[in-house]
């Protein structure tokens, strides 16, 4: 499987710390998508970051993507009670496939 | 604008019955399509996508199928349905294009009895 994997698997933090998610993958990207979920919702992108890209700002969130170590993470600044929800991140790999890769998620919790 | 639509919300089917879930988009022609299987507290399985009508890719095999008789109607079914089935079906749309952006629906709560 070629599933990304997100650590930590659960952050519990207070209202207005920052959040930060880290999102590992296997292979070759074109680009990589963060996601978040509601519970019991469907997911809401929220950023793409291609692979000639090192870092993209939106809002409070601050994604960077380093490819020499197949890594990237999700920084949310200022977090809000409205933040809690569980965030993904999905790869695109190389090769001209139609589909993504989601990776396990990781559920935040921001506590009032 | 894009919508997507899921039914039914929520179902509690008996072992052995069988499934069929409805997915539909408006406001965009061509997408592709995809169904996923969510477990509770995990990560997104991808179980099959379509890229054109009658075009479908299977990821993972079970006893589940999908099918795209319209360009803008995606539906999985199932002939009898396994305990192991329960979960939380999403369906998406992405516009086929370099960036594949997911486009999601309210998903389906499957229990099977």
């Known amino acids: 499987s070629q599933q990304g994997e997100e650590d930590p698997q659960a952050l519990s933090i207070q209202e207005g710390e920052n959040a930060t998610m880290n999102c590992s993958y296997k292979?070759?990207?074109?680009?990589l998508q963060w996601y978040r979920q509601n519970s019991g919702r469907g997911l809401v992108h929220l950023i793409l970051i291609r692979s000639n890209e090192r870092e993209k700002h939106s809002g409070r969130l601050r994604v960077t993507l380093d490819t020499s170590k197949k890594s990237s993470s999700l920084l949310i600044t200022a977090s809000r009670a409205a933040d809690t929800a569980s965030y993904f991140c999905?790869?695109?790999?190389?090769?001209?496939?139609?589909?993504?890769?989601f990776g396990t998620g990781t559920k935040l919790q921001v506590i009032p | 604008s894009q919508t997507i639509h899921q039914w039914p919300a929520t179902l509690v089917q008996p072992v052995g019955s069988p499934l069929s879930l409805e997915c539909t988009v408006e406001?965009?022609?061509?997408?592709?399509l995809y169904w996923y299987r969510q477990a509770a507290g995990r990560g997104l399985q991808l179980l099959f996508y379509?890229?054109?009508?009658?075009?479908i890719s299977s990821e993972v095999p079970q006893n589940l199928s999908a099918s795209r008789p319209q360009d803008r109607q995606f539906i999985l079914s199932s002939k009898k349905l396994l305990l192991s089935d329960s979960g939380f079906y999403l369906c998406a749309w992405s516009s086929g294009l370099e960036g594949l952006q997911q486009f999601f629906g309210p998903g389906t709560r499957l229990t099977v009895l």
């Open positions: 406001g965009t022609s061509n997408p592709n």
């Open positions: 292979t070759s990207i074109n680009n």
């Open positions: 999905a790869s695109r790999f190389s090769g001209g496939y139609q589909k993504v890769t």
């Open positions: 379509s890229v054109g009508i009658g075009q």
